[in-house]
């Protein structure tokens, strides 16, 4: 089955970084896009970046210039980069993909940022 498992969270200070993990199983992955995503507390699930199986990258305008989404197809991960976090990057970050008409999702990971 489609296994999602998100690592890399943590606390961190304003204007640092992290990079979150995402490990893939259940699905070929070199053949799906894959998307972050993140949610804070009572607020809705908000899509922060996309990678194309080609490699192509989608941002949202809040993380444009400071997040990067890669693939690392033979370790099935997708990553995201995160730099000069903010207090608004604050959320649980998901990574997620579209697998069989059917949209799967991990378990998240926390990122605090302290100002």
């Known amino acids: 089955q489609v296994q999602l498992v998100e690592s890399g969270g943590g606390l961190v200070r304003a204007g640092g970084s992290l990079t979150l993990s995402c490990a893939a199983s259940?699905?070929?992955?070199?053949?799906?896009?894959m998307a972050w995503y993140r949610q804070l507390t009572g607020n809705q699930r908000e899509w922060v970046a996309t990678?194309?199986?080609?490699?192509?990258?989608n941002y949202a305008d809040s993380v444009k210039g400071r997040f990067t989404i890669s693939r690392d197809n033979a370790k099935n991960t997708v990553y995201l980069q995160m730099n000069s976090l903010k207090p608004e990057d604050i959320a649980v970050y998901y990574c997620?993909?579209?697998?069989?008409?059917?949209?799967?999702w991990g378990q998240g990971t926390r990122v605090t940022v302290s100002s």
């Open positions: 990678i194309t199986t080609g490699g192509d990258t």
């Open positions: 997620s993909t579209n697998h069989m008409g059917r949209e799967y």
């Open positions: 259940g699905f070929i992955f070199g053949i799906r896009a």
